[in-house]
């Protein structure tokens, strides 16, 4: 980053080592898969990831954030080309991105942050209705991770208040996965065929939000707006972005025995390529000894159906029983479960994972995905998709 190379050149006095942090990592993983697929006969993925972030603060009221990701694999999930990406806008993951790259200024109650951010809403935890501002890359639909967006986010602290404002000049899509690969769903009949991956149209308009928050004694809650786009595409001759405007809420209570947390949200469109629907989750979640417990109820009310195809996968695990759980056995090992359960009983998704450090800077993740179901439900769909990783990660 620009900033960076500026500090780098300058003389180091402890000074600018105290304005100057940095974090990153090295990872290498590998996906094991016991079953081929109609559209994807491979069954051994790998994967390597380089990542480097770095903050400057050169002053109390001011920060500069940067980060930059290099990436390869064995199963053309990477773009096969050198170029610096900073839109992650593509279908492919780019081989070298900006990951980052941001201004923050502080005064008073007032932060503004303005640049390719991460910007999260809402509350609860597998399925968020309310996160509007977060397209995630969805290569692999159950290991997916966020994606940043560029814009500006204002942020007002007023005593137990907090006013937030959002504009984004340029849309961020999620990554879909490949007509070629596993996690695109093809019917063995077609996966003989050439496939050509579907061409996307993405809007060029811009997406805003807004949401305040309060924080009392004993409880929260807020309320939030968005009038953009949905970051997940509705298929109809390629995919589309339709847009929509979003009405959310969302609240935490905590008990003696437990945290209660609530979050809905509705969707209208101006598209008659959208349905209009609600999304709401409930879920209760306790921490105890070294077990941190999540478990709830994710669903969905669809109020104008317009028989559109979509890939949404906030939409298909929703009626479901969701949750997660993690057990920390000491200081450098861990255990974690999540799953998803439909209520039908049509499909299912397990996650189990190891994890353990050795020194301060090696970590190894083992970690088990289970996936079964019919196959016209959006979990059930993956049920060949099952797998193992391995994953070895040097933090510095």
């Not at 050509?196 to 807004?210: C, D, F, K, R």
Request: overall charge neutral; cysteine-free; charged content about 20%.
């Amino acid at each position: 980053m620009f900033f960076v190379a500026v500090v780098a050149a300058l003389r180091p006095t402890p000074v600018v080592a105290q304005m100057l942090t940095q974090r990153g990592f090295v990872e290498a993983v590998a996906f094991g898969f016991p079953q081929e697929a109609p559209n994807d006969r491979t069954r051994l993925v790998g994967g390597f990831l380089a990542r480097e972030e770095a903050f400057f603060k050169p002053a109390p009221w001011i920060q500069f954030a940067g980060g930059v990701d290099l990436r390869a694999d064995s199963h053309a999930q990477v773009e096969d080309r050198w170029r610096v990406d900073i839109a992650d806008r593509g279908a492919e993951r780019p081989r070298l991105s900006v990951r980052r790259a941001s201004a923050a200024i502080a005064r008073g109650p007032l932060t503004v942050d303005a640049g390719k951010q991460f910007i999260r809403w809402g509350k609860t935890d597998i399925i968020t209705p309310t996160d509007r501002f977060a397209p995630r890359d969805f290569l692999n639909v159950v290991d997916n991770e966020l994606l940043a967006v560029t814009g500006v986010r204002a942020v007002a602290q007023l005593r137990s208040e907090t006013f937030e404002a959002v504009w984004v000049p340029r849309f961020t899509p999620s990554r879909v996965p490949l007509l070629h690969q596993r996690w695109a769903v093809v019917p063995a009949d077609v996966a003989a065929l050439p496939i050509v991956q579907i061409p996307a149209t993405l809007p060029g308009g811009s997406e805003s939000g807004v949401r305040w928050s309060h924080v009392g004694a004993g409880f929260e809650y807020a309320a939030s707006f968005f009038d953009g786009f949905n970051h997940l595409p509705t298929i109809d001759r390629g995919l589309i972005y339709p847009p929509i405007r979003m009405y959310g809420a969302d609240a935490a209570a905590p008990t003696r025995w437990f945290t209660i947390k609530a979050e809905a949200a509705y969707f209208t469109s101006s598209s008659i390529a959208a349905d209009e629907y609600i999304l709401y989750v409930v879920q209760i979640e306790r921490q105890t000894g070294e077990w941190l417990l999540v478990g709830g109820y994710a669903g969905e009310a669809v109020t104008e159906p317009r028989g559109s195809l979509t890939f949404a996968p906030d939409r298909g695990l929703t009626r479901s029983v969701v949750g997660r759980a993690s057990y920390t056995l000491d200081v450098n090992r861990s255990i974690a479960f999540e799953g998803a359960f439909r209520q039908n009983g049509d499909g299912e998704y397990a996650k189990l994972e190891y994890s353990e450090a050795r020194g301060q800077h090696w970590r190894a993740t083992l970690t088990a995905v289970g996936i079964g179901g019919h196959a016209d439900d959006f979990l059930g769909q993956y049920h060949r998709n099952s797998h193992f990783t391995a994953t070895v990660r040097y933090s510095f």
